[in-house]
């Protein structure tokens, strides 16, 4: 254990306390808390000033809670931020079991319609030519019903939740879940209007979405190998939504944009490191992966940023414009 | 992502001499399970040969050298009902359900029900030390109605304890009040929430603990929250704080008409109580500005009888505020003034 000498006492407690009310922590949010706990913890007058928490600290007493906790399956797991690499931690929870399924606040059709959302992002918006891994807020809505396989190219959204068997919700509590994913820290929400999991999801969802898109697909019986829908940075070994892609459409690289710098001062060459193919930097991973193409930017200069086409018309004009091979796997389903 | 609330129904102030003897005793016993913590081997599935050993160094020789050590054998460990118990009462606590015995019977224990009273000292133990919690038994509802005084008088045996449990942070004072409010869902509306309840509940016991709706829905008005809180619409705000335990409605037409009541609530007896209400009322009149405020305190929820001492006019205002407190009495200017007060509370809190 980190914390040497001292026992595990009131002050780790109530950091875990703290950090169980919030759920997910970056070192800049625990500093004041820290401090507020060292202050009531040292002797009498001993003021601890924010800035005198240091990041050591941080991890001591995050070391002293997993070690309190991973008895009972939970653990504090941390992650850098796929954009800026400040960390986050998170705490979270490694099994699920009938005992934690009712620490929940949400419905059982919000959580089928967050269900619906990752699909979304992970298998309907993640193809091979487009690994967008999120939705923006038209795709997000217009997935509030709950519908079977042979309703599904049927998207217009004019009927409300006047059909029987699915249920799922309206669209106005398919707006307000959404908000409220975000609120909760689950979904980050891009100023182009795209949704993404927040660190805090990818860490408590991780060992889910890998089980769940990376198994053998579908078909996946003419695919020989187990189709890779969520891959890892080649850097820093992290799951990726966020970042650069090889050119090269059937490489599987993946880097995050802060990994990209030390990862070619590291190679001294720009090239990827399997297939070694010029890495251009312009192929990307996420949003950007619409937000770059020229269809995008041409709707953008139209409407100036607002109401859009839908996303689907965008892609597939886009696919006109790349060396299109058919739109099948793009439109909705 | 477990939660338990910051809640000061510990009492703090009020029996200080009592929390002053427990705590180092509790202590001790806390380190005696983290310096053992710290040397269990890691728990593994394949435990069945080890049983023995990892059970007590993990338990500790003293409390768990009992049977449960023995019975090991016979399939899951102690140890693992422990956690199970453990998560079973964090994860209730997320969604503010209690945890029930009857819960705990068929989640946790499923065929080990003979077990119940050691896996729960030991989870106690664990919560305590390792989380700085525990669970707290939620206290009977109590009889009011004469239909429930009757209903309760022809079982043979009354329940004497409630057999459920909320978990309360044990942490001293000075801890609790520097965390954050929990983000579940979101800071702000769980900030709004702990406040509304406990001005709720502050209204109810400092008017002798009950209060008729009208009278409620007087409060409501007087703080602007009549129609809506910052929670939700007011009615639903209700109906939730009764689900899950802060408020009681009690509907009673013995009398002919029916009179709607409400009470605290069980959840809101541990998580508030007197000492959560003596707060908000603290927070409220300032000592300096009122003299002698913790006897008054004391007084208005009648925790000591009446004074002996003879009533002054402070006392007979709230004896006679009391008494009138489901038929609308003209309200003194005193109390006018108090109420006034009250509302500026509540509004900082929403």
Do not use: F, I
């Given at each position: 254990m980190s914390d040497d000498g001292h026992q595990y006492n009131d002050s780790n407690r109530a950091f875990l306390q703290a950090f169980m009310a919030r759920g997910a922590l970056n070192f800049k949010e625990a500093r004041p808390i820290l401090a507020a706990i060292f202050t009531v913890h040292g002797?009498?007058?001993a003021e601890t000033a924010?800035?005198?928490?240091t990041e050591a600290d941080m991890l001591s007493y995050v070391a002293a809670a997993n070690n309190a906790i991973s008895f009972f399956d939970l653990e504090i797991r941390s992650m850098p931020s796929q954009?800026?690499?400040t960390r986050i931690w998170a705490l979270v929870n490694t099994t699920s079991d009938p005992m934690t399924q009712?620490?929940?606040?949400?419905s059982a059709d919000e959580i089928s319609y967050l269900k619906r959302l990752l699909d979304a992002m992970f298998e309907t918006y993640n193809t091979p030519r487009q690994e967008i891994m999120a939705i923006t807020d038209m795709q997000a809505i217009k997935l509030h019903k709950n519908l079977s396989e042979s309703q599904?190219?049927?998207?217009?959204?004019?009927?409300?939740?006047?059909?029987?068997?699915?249920?799922?919700?309206t669209m106005a509590d398919a707006e307000r879940t959404l908000k409220s994913f975000v609120e909760e820290g689950w979904f980050e929400r891009s100023r182009n209007g795209f949704f993404t999991l927040s660190p805090r999801a990818l860490m408590e969802l991780k060992q889910y979405l890998v089980t769940t898109y990376n198994g053998?697909?579908?078909?996946?019986?003419?695919?020989e190998e187990r189709v890779e829908r969520i891959k890892n940075c080649h850097a820093c070994r992290e799951l990726i939504t966020v970042g650069q892609r090889c050119?090269?459409?059937?490489?599987?690289v993946r880097i995050h944009d802060v990994c990209t710098q030390n990862l070619f001062r590291a190679l001294?060459?720009?090239?990827?490191?399997?297939?070694?193919?010029?890495?251009?930097?312009?192929n990307y991973v996420g949003e950007r992966a619409v937000t770059t193409t020229e269809a995008w930017l041409k709707g953008r200069r139209r409407s100036k940023g607002g109401a859009r086409t839908s996303g689907a018309q965008q892609r597939s004009t886009q696919l006109a414009d790349e060396?299109?091979?058919?739109e099948e796997e793009e439109e909705e389903e | 992502m477990p939660l338990v609330r910051k809640r000061r129904a510990v009492e703090e102030t009020l029996s200080d001499e009592e929390s002053e003897a427990t705590l180092p005793q509790r202590r001790q016993k806390q380190s005696n399970i983290l310096s053992r913590q710290q040397q269990r081997p890691p728990i593994d599935d394949d435990q069945d040969d080890d049983d023995k050993n990892s059970d007590e160094a993990a338990l500790g020789g003293?409390?768990?050298?009992?049977d449960g050590a023995t019975q090991g054998?016979?399939?899951?460990?102690t140890n693992q009902l422990v956690k199970k118990l453990v998560r079973l009462a964090l994860a209730c606590e997320f969604s503010r359900q209690p945890v029930r015995r009857a819960d705990i019977s068929t989640?946790?224990?499923?065929?080990?029900?003979?077990?119940f009273k050691q896996v729960f000292e030991e989870a106690q133990k664990q919560l305590r030390g390792k989380f700085g919690m525990e669970m707290a038994e939620l206290p009977i509802r109590e009889k009011v109605t004469i239909s429930q005084r009757r209903a309760a008088q022809r079982t043979d045996k009354a329940a004497t304890t409630s057999k459920a449990y909320v978990l309360t942070s044990i942490l001293p004072p000075k801890y609790r009040s520097v965390l954050p409010p929990?983000?579940?869902?979101t800071a702000y509306l769980e900030s709004s929430y702990v406040g509304l309840y406990t001005f709720l509940i502050s209204v109810i016991c400092l008017s002798g603990g009950s209060i008729a709706e009208a009278k409620l829905e007087r409060y409501l008005e007087r703080t602007n929250a009549?129609?809506?809180t910052p929670v939700d619409k007011t009615e639903k705000l209700l109906q939730r704080l009764c689900k899950e335990g802060y408020l009681v409605k009690i509907k009673d037409s013995s009398g002919g008409e029916e009179l709607v009541e409400y009470m605290v609530g069980p959840r809101g007896k541990v998580e508030v109580g007197t000492v959560g209400v003596a707060g908000l009322v603290k927070g409220v009149y300032r000592e300096s500005e009122v003299g002698n405020l913790d006897a008054r305190i004391k007084r208005s929820m009648g925790l000591?009888?009446?004074?002996?001492?003879g009533r002054n006019k402070e006392e007979q205002r709230r004896q006679t505020g009391e008494a009138g407190s489901g038929t609308?009495?003209?309200?003194s200017q005193r109390r006018n003034m108090e109420e006034g007060e009250a509302s500026g509370v509540s509004d900082d809190d929403e």
């Open positions: 002797k009498q007058g924010e800035e005198d928490v954009v800026d690499r009712l620490a929940t606040m949400h599904a190219n049927n998207t217009q959204d004019g009927g409300m939740t006047q059909n029987s068997a699915g249920k799922g919700l053998p697909g579908d078909e996946g019986e003419e695919e050119p090269t459409r059937e490489c599987a001294r060459e720009r090239n990827c490191p399997k297939c070694k193919a010029e890495w251009v930097g312009e060396e299109g091979a058919g | 003293d409390t768990a050298a009992d054998d016979s399939g899951l460990t989640k946790v224990l499923g065929s080990y029900g003979r077990r929990p983000q579940v869902p009549d129609q809506y000591n009888g009446v004074g002996k001492k609308r009495n003209v309200p």
